[in-house]
Each structure stands twice: as C-alpha cells, then as structure tokens.
C-alpha cells in the first residue's frame, strides 16, 4: 500500500487505540522470543559451569575445549560478517534506526545475534543479555510492522514497543522498560506512546514471570535505610562513580580503537581473542567468566575480602571492555551494574575499616552504586533508579539512591565524557557509509517537544525559519490540537508534528532537535 501524504495524516489520527493493540502483539511476540533469549542463556551458564567441571586439569580435554571455543569464534565471526548489526549490544544501532540514519533488517539481526549472544555466554564472554534483549524485541517489532504492511512513522513507535518488551522480558523490569524506551531510545513524551510501550512492556513481563518466577533478579539483603549522617559519603560515592564513569567509557572506545587499528584482525580474529582469554580464565580465575550474577551475591553475603574484591573488580573490568570491544554479540548493562556494585562494596568496605561505619551497610552501598554507576556510564538517571529498585526489590532506598545518581550525572557531564550509547552510535555512523538502501520515499510525522527557553517557545510560526523539504502539520497542546497557521503562536511543552519524507528525516530531526531545546 503506497503510504501517501493523505494516508499517514489519517491514521495518525487514531493512533492512540490503533498502538495499544498493537503494542499488546508486539509485547506478547517479543516478550516470547526474549524469553526464549534468556532461558537459552540460562542453559549457556549452565553448560559452561559443567564444563569447567568436566575438563578439571586433564591436558587432553582442556585442548578440546580449546579446540571448540576457536570454532564457535570462528561461527560468531561468520554471523557478524553476516550481519554486522548484531555486533556489540544493539542499543546504538536501534537508537541510528530511530533517527533515520540506520536501517536493520529484521529478518538477518533475529535469528543471528540470538545464536551469537548465545554462544558468546556459553564461552564465557563477560557480556550481558539486556541489550541483545533490546534489540531482539525492537526487531521483533519491525518484523511485525513489515508484516502489517505499516508504515514508517508508526514503525518507530513498534520498535520503541519491542525494545520495552525486551528489557522488561530480560530484567523482570516492566516500568525500566517504559522509562529506558522513553529516555534513551524514542527520546519523546506523548500519550500514543507511553500507552503502547507500557503495554508492551507489562505484557512480556508478564508471559516472562510466568515461566522465570516473579523474583527479582538480584536478592541480597538491605537491613536499613542509610542513616541521614552518612549521607555526606554518599555524595563522596557519587563524584567516585562519575569519574570511573568516564574512565570506563574512554577506556571501552579506546579498545574499540585498537581492534579497529589493527589491521590484521577481521571479525573472526577479533572475537577469537575473548574466547581464547576465556578458555585461559576457565583454568584459572573462572569468577570473571559470564554476566557475574554470581559475584554479587558472593559480594553481597560478605564472602570477600577488601584485597579479593579489588583483584575482581579490575579483572572484571579487563575483560569485560575486551570482550565487548572485540564486536561479540553482547551488552554492557549487566557487566557495569557488576562493576558499580563491586565498586560500592569496596567503598563501604573502605568506610567499615577506616571511618567506623557499621558493616550492616555495605549492602547500601553496593546498591547505591550500581545505580550509580549506571547513571554515569548510560547518563539515564531515572532508568537506572527505577532499573535497580525493581532488580532487588527494595524500595527503601529512594532518596539514596537518587542523591548518588544525581552526583555521579553531574560529575561525568562535567567531566565532559558523553553517554555510552551516543558514543557507540557515532562511531558506528562514523564507520559507516551513508546509507542508500533506507531511502525509500515514505511519508513520515517526527515529534518534538518545545522546551521553556527554546528560541521556538513565545514565537508565531511565520518567524520561525524551518528547515527544508518540511511541513508543519500539528500543534498538540495539552488534550487539545491546534492547526497551525502562520500568526500562530508557539508555547513550552507544546508538540509540533511535521511532515517529512523518509530521505530528509535525520536532517530534518536534528534541525527542530536544536530548536527546541533551551538555550
């Protein structure tokens, strides 16, 4: 069906029932695969364990086990070759698609980063399931989109869906879902699609509960709230986690730098070096091998001591910017939130031995800096806060919790170190050509909210110099929608909608992106 002008301006009119529909399908399909995503994942743990257990120190079998980590490389080589966007987590990837500079085909990412997250987890790749889960369910959402014969404008709102499915299915996090889709991958507020995404969301929660239980993800005891005295080493913690924020994201784009710099590495080579490093680490530090769900809870029940931590931490840290810049399928969430919580429990075990703190709160503080860390590293502040309130279940913890997000975003902005997810995606971009196969000529409505002191708010539409090749089709202020003329005025928080062909909708985007934002 040709998407004409006339076509996406009527449907456009009932997308707030026509999006819960189909933000219920796309939640129930996605919420499906990624369930089968983590249950394979499940089985990968494992099956590595057992195999760790099955070679012991037998030279024969650690040569097969070798032998057999150079295959599966060798396999997820192939599949990133195949399709390059399963390299790395997804999440920039989905984000270049939702600005029109990127196109994934569905089709290819689906079948192929579930097999490759899969193998690169049974390996041992401290990699972690929320971002191949994201993008899972965002290509499950094209998929259907494709399907239904949808068009372009109504195709981001069910890749929005699909990937809050995904983080919902993979963390047991419906309201992270809602708020990750909405900050960090739609980056814009509007009834059609907080209803469709929370629907979506709430729906794979809920086929996922139904099979993984309803527990949440991690479970450690917090005994009491953080007496108010302490607050101030909360801060203290936040301007720590911000600056090692920043140091992790410097750090992960200088591994990628040299993977890339090296010149006699290809997709094979490249993900041939965190197998073979995790065949050696079977053999002699196996506590770094994985996700690391097992470090926390080792960490949580007091199992470690300052030194053994700290050894963690930094091996952690290695290996897990090696195996996430080699390209292997994989995200960084759960590794940093292992790397926040290793670094909240050194610093209350610092504060228990130097500055007589009680040793009841070094679990505050390993929550505290997981969301922290989180914060610094994403810069999503209320994803991370509502993310690790619903993975451990406590809410006891809200002030807290806040004060060091807001700390730690602070501190990494004015360091000057950008978002991780922004960073990946413009060397991604950078890497790429521009890409021709996306033109295809649709008609599409792009959103933006106007900011209080933006040079649009308090303006008339005929003395504002619009970028070309758009229209202005729309003014949605509050329940009620105002046609545009030329001596309307526009006002903060109204939501202009414009009209733009599918070639001209990144540049278009941009130019109204830097209108409306406060100067």
């Known amino acids: 069906m040709k998407k004409d002008i006339s076509y996406t301006l009527k449907r456009a009119q009932y997308f707030n029932v026509i999006l819960i529909g189909e933000g219920l399908l796309v939640g129930s399909i996605a919420g499906l695969v990624v369930l089968a995503y983590r249950i394979a994942l499940k089985y990968a743990g494992q099956w590595s364990d057992a195999i760790r257990e099955y070679i012991g120190h037998s030279p024969m079998k650690i040569i097969g086990w070798f032998g057999i980590l150079v295959l599966m490389a060798i396999v997820v080589g192939l599949l990133i070759k195949w399709e390059p966007m399963i390299s790395g987590s997804g999440i920039p990837q989905l984000e270049g698609e939702m600005v029109g500079k990127l196109n994934q085909t569905w089709w290819k990412v689906l079948p192929s980063k579930f097999i490759g997250g899969f193998l690169s987890l049974l390996a041992g790749l401290s990699l972690g399931r929320e971002g191949p889960s994201i993008q899972l369910g965002a290509m499950t959402g094209k998929g259907i989109s494709k399907m239904l014969d949808r068009g372009k404008t109504e195709e981001k709102f069910l890749l929005t869906c699909g990937a809050s499915a995904g983080l919902s299915a993979a963390f047991h996090a419906p309201l992270a879902g809602v708020m990750f889709s909405l900050e960090e991958v739609h980056k814009n507020f509007s009834v059609s699609v907080l209803v469709s995404v929370m629907t979506a969301s709430i729906s794979a929660d809920y086929l996922s509960s139904q099979v993984m239980g309803i527990e949440p993800v991690f479970q450690f005891k917090i005994g009491h709230a953080l007496p108010q005295n302490y607050y101030w080493l909360i801060i203290v913690l936040g301007v720590v986690l911000g600056v090692l924020g920043c140091v992790y ?210 303006k008339m539409v005929q003395e504002i110099e619009w970028p070309i090749n758009c229209l202005l089709v729309s003014i949605k202020r509050g329940d009620k929608e105002v046609i545009p003329k030329g001596k309307t005025v526009l006002l903060p928080s109204d939501m202009i909608v414009t009209l733009v062909d599918e070639k001209d909708e990144p540049y278009v985007r941009e130019f109204i992106e830097k209108l409306c934002i406060m100067r």
């Open 249 to 458: 994201n410097w750090f992960t784009l200088k591994m990628q730098s040299w993977y890339k710099q090296a010149k006699y590495l290809n997709e094979i080579t490249k993900v041939m070096i965190p197998f073979i490093m995790a065949g050696f680490l079977m053999l002699v530090m196996p506590e770094l091998l994985g996700s690391g769900h097992k470090l926390i809870d080792c960490l949580t029940n007091h199992e470690l001591l300052l030194g053994g931590a700290i050894i963690i931490l930094v091996g952690k840290f290695l290996f897990s910017v090696i195996s996430f810049g080699s390209g292997a399928p994989g995200g960084i969430f759960f590794p940093l939130l292992v790397l926040g919580a290793f670094v909240g429990g050194i610093f209350g075990m610092v504060c228990v031995n130097y500055f007589g703190m009680d040793s009841e709160y070094i679990n505050n503080f390993v929550l505290l800096a997981m969301a922290g860390n989180f914060t610094a590293i994403v810069r999503a502040p209320l994803t991370g806060i509502i993310l690790i309130f619903e993975m451990t279940g406590s809410v006891s913890q809200m002030l807290s919790l806040s004060v060091v997000s807001i700390v730690a975003y602070v501190v990494a902005s004015l360091l000057g170190s950008e978002p991780i997810y922004e960073s990946l995606l413009h060397r991604l971009l950078k890497n790429k050509e521009e890409n021709a196969d996306v033109i295809k000529g649709q008609k599409m409505l792009v959103s933006h909210v106007i900011m209080h002191g933006s040079p649009l708010a308090h």
